[in-house]
């Protein structure tokens, strides 16, 4: 049986929010050794980056004019998508709930289903409109109820504009490649955003704290080291980069709700890793998340139309001279 490009990508998009999902349960034993959550972004970044960089310089086999001409997807996924999303996020959770947090940052493929509505000025299909009710259902059954219970209004600012920051990742990953290889922005944009993280970190802006101590880990004491290799390797690395494989062909729209799979496995890494229970409303809505993908239609990836060329015409024999 023969992949087709579709199908390549989401299993592309499923890993990356398998890989995605572990990063809660891998990092939050960092964080409760003393790690402030900026200082293990940017370790996760950084660390990640460094990983990818051997792979990137294979992959560009020397065509930095490839990297120039992508600069401001680089920029984009660097600053943006990585850097900004990030401290939103973080600064989001200082002021309201987690659970809050995360709702309103899943909310990103709901804007992007009102910006392809703003540009296009065309409706949504009512596929895609009873898959974005299906989907954000659930997410609200996984992530809990409680959190829509917030009410500081800067907290729900921030958390929002992490919401546009996921929103703008899908978009500049499913842009066209024009010869950047996937693992080549994944890689140079994880170091741009983590060196950028690792900058506002020491103007002060946000705490950058850690502890070099044993950590614990399922229930025993761990090197620190162990769940930040699981989140540099699994939760960046391998989540970035197969996420950015997955978008280009998927389209921004479909990469961005298989994304929400990230809640779910979240969960059950959670379940496993921390012990934290799984409860039925969590896996009817995880269901529910599963029935709003199914429902979304893929977009149509663009077509690359290649110049028509004139069949080459053999030359005509000189004739020799009587």
């Known amino acids: 049986m023969k992949l087709t490009p579709q199908s390549t990508g989401l299993v592309a998009a499923v890993v990356s929010a398998a890989s995605f999902g572990t990063s809660g349960a891998f990092v939050k034993p960092l964080l409760e050794a003393g790690w402030s959550p900026a200082a293990a972004v940017t370790a996760r970044a950084l660390g990640a980056g460094l990983l990818l960089l051997p792979f990137v310089l294979v ?3 020397g065509r930095w004019a490839v990297v120039w001409r992508a600069r401001w997807r680089l920029l984009g996924m660097g600053l943006i998508a990585v850097a900004f999303t990030q401290l939103a996020y973080f600064a989001a959770i200082r002021r309201v709930p987690v659970s809050t947090a995360l709702l309103i940052e899943y909310l990103a493929p709901l804007l992007l289903v009102l910006w392809a509505w ?16 299906l989907a954000i259902g659930g997410l609200v059954l996984v992530i809990g109820p409680g959190a829509l219970r917030a009410v500081d209004v800067l907290g729900l600012a921030l958390a929002f504009a992490a919401a546009v920051g996921c929103a703008v990742y899908f978009l500049v990953a499913a842009r066209p490649a024009d010869g950047l290889p996937p693992v080549a922005l994944a890689g140079l944009g994880l170091l741009l955003g983590g060196a950028t993280l690792g900058l506002i970190g020491l103007t002060g802006l946000v705490p950058m704290t850690a ?7 399922l229930g025993a004491p761990a090197p620190w080291w162990v769940p930040l290799a699981v989140v540099v390797v699994f939760g960046t690395a391998i989540a970035y980069a197969s996420g950015i494989f997955g978008s280009g062909r998927l ?11 990230e809640v779910i496995f979240a969960s059950v890494f959670a379940w496993l890793v921390l012990g934290e229970n799984l409860t039925v409303l969590q896996i009817l809505g995880g269901a529910l998340i599963l029935a709003g993908i199914a429902t979304i239609p893929a977009e149509t990836p663009p077509v690359t139309i290649e110049p028509t060329r004139e069949p080459a015409v053999p030359p005509v024999p000189a004739r020799s001279q009587q």
């Open 211 to 217: 502890d070099f101590g044993d950590v614990t880990l």
């Open 59 to 61: 992959g560009l086999h």
């Open 118 to 133: 703003a540009t296009t000025r065309r409706l949504p299909r009512p596929a895609v409109l009873l898959g974005s009710v």
């Open 251 to 261: 389209g921004s729209r479909l990469a961005s709700f298989v994304g929400l799979l």
